[in-house]
């Protein structure tokens, strides 16, 4: 029988067992897959479909954000959700619905959202607002579900259904100072060498070194990223055998789903 603490007992044992061949390792997460495959199989299919179609691209946007942009009297987004690629989304009554719909502001095709899942709403003096419409799969905000609204802060994690992304809130504008000559000099000298395709290695001329890290140099082993099913056990999962209940409630899958999710999210990795 499935339920979140055989999940989580599965995955604590796989975690614990760093002295396993990596033989044993596998057959741990093939258990939880097994678990998963015989008792909810939907759940398994929406992980599998999220790792074989979503990988791209999450790889090529390695940040999914929306930043909130207060400047003077006028109000709007910057996202990258909208096909992968940054736009400025300006709306009357500054309410961004997010959701399916293509009318909406910021329409998203993922079937876990809802038509019209949730909205951003600036309230002048106040800041921004994420508010849930009664979505099927919910909003979560740092992981907590929304059931209403909830003023947002800069740098939430925002979960629609299997959409995460990031919210950040620029209120006010900064003008910095003029630059001296010599540091123009270095910028316009780099920027010279570029254009001209030099070999530019190391720039003297402008005295800013590029970096040396071989980017194309493969993770170690360890270094790699691991199965959510590696992680630590989730929350909740320490009731008794006697306690856990079949099947895995809403609640459950979100959790699932979040810790899936959180493996490309820059800053988790504890």
Not at 79 to 88: F, H, I, M, V
Not at 117 to 122: E, K, L, T
């Amino acid at each position: 029988m499935l339920d979140s603490h055989s999940l989580a007992e599965y995955s604590s044992q796989v975690l614990n067992a760093s002295g396993n061949t990596e033989l044993e390792q596998r057959l741990g997460l093939y258990r939880v897959f097994l678990k998963l495959y015989e008792h909810h199989r939907s759940l398994l299919d929406e992980i599998l479909d999220l790792e074989n179609t979503g990988m791209k691209a999450r790889k090529q946007v390695a940040l999914q954000y929306v930043q909130g942009v207060v400047q003077d009297q006028q109000v709007h987004v910057m996202t990258n959700l909208l096909s992968g690629k940054t736009r400025s989304v300006l709306q009357p009554q500054g309410i961004w619905v997010i959701g399916r719909d293509r009318k909406m502001a910021l329409p998203i095709q993922d079937k876990r959202l809802s038509r019209r899942h949730a909205a951003i709403q600036y309230i002048q003096d106040q800041g921004f607002y994420l508010i849930d419409f009664n979505s099927t799969n919910g909003s979560f905000v740092n992981s907590e579900p929304v059931r209403h609204c909830v003023l947002l802060k800069d740098g939430d994690q925002i979960r629609l259904g299997s959409l995460v992304f990031i919210f950040f809130i620029s209120h006010t504008p900064k003008t910095a100072e003029a630059l001296p000559d010599d540091l123009i000099n270095q910028v316009t000298t780099a920027r010279r060498a570029y254009e001209s395709g030099t070999d530019d290695s190391t720039i003297t001329d402008s005295g800013v070194p590029l970096s040396t890290t071989d980017w194309d140099t493969p993770l170690s082993a360890d270094a790699k990223d691991t199965s959510m099913f590696l992680r630590p056990p989730l929350p909740g999962s320490d009731l008794p055998p006697e306690q856990a209940s079949y099947p895995i409630s809403m609640r459950q899958q979100s959790e699932i789903l979040d810790r899936f999710m959180k493996r490309d999210t820059p800053g988790n990795h504890n």
